[in-house]
């Protein structure tokens, strides 16, 4: 059984950074894709970004290309989203999610979820 924990939510002003981390329990982290995820009420969970196991590729939501990163530490069983020039429309509950699977595409089938870290950001 594999555990997420993701901390690092907040509110912050449009324009601010904010960078989420998310830590997973286990011996192999390096062979699991990862992803985060974002829902805002009323709304389906929706796709943000995504990185292979290895950290070879990445993948990431039209929304926030070129503005959000995605990155690992394997050696810290850690991921990282760091967020640059928030916007409001970014405010939502970031859950990271993990595959059994190296491969990590924005279709693929995420086996783990996170509890989930609030992000609000003011205009």
């Known amino acids: 059984q594999v555990q997420l924990v993701e901390s690092g939510g907040g509110l912050v002003q449009a324009g601010d950074s904010l960078r989420l981390s998310c830590t997973a329990s286990?011996?192999?982290?390096?062979?699991?894709?990862m992803g985060w995820f974002r829902q805002t009420p009323g709304k389906e969970r929706e796709f943000v970004a995504s990185?292979?196991?290895?950290?070879?590729?990445?993948y990431y939501a039209e929304s926030v290309e070129g503005r959000f990163t995605i990155s690992r530490d394997n050696a810290k069983n850690t991921m990282y989203l760091q967020m640059n020039s928030l916007k409001p429309e970014d405010t939502a509950v970031y859950y990271c999610?993990?595959?059994?699977?190296?491969?990590?595409?924005?279709?693929?089938?995420?086996?783990?979820w996170g509890q989930g870290t609030q992000v609000t950001v003011s205009s």
């Open positions: 999610a993990l595959r059994k699977g190296l491969v990590a595409t924005p279709t693929a089938n995420y086996h783990y």
């Open positions: 286990g011996r192999t982290f390096s062979s699991y894709g």
């Open positions: 990185i292979y196991g290895n950290g070879g590729r990445t």
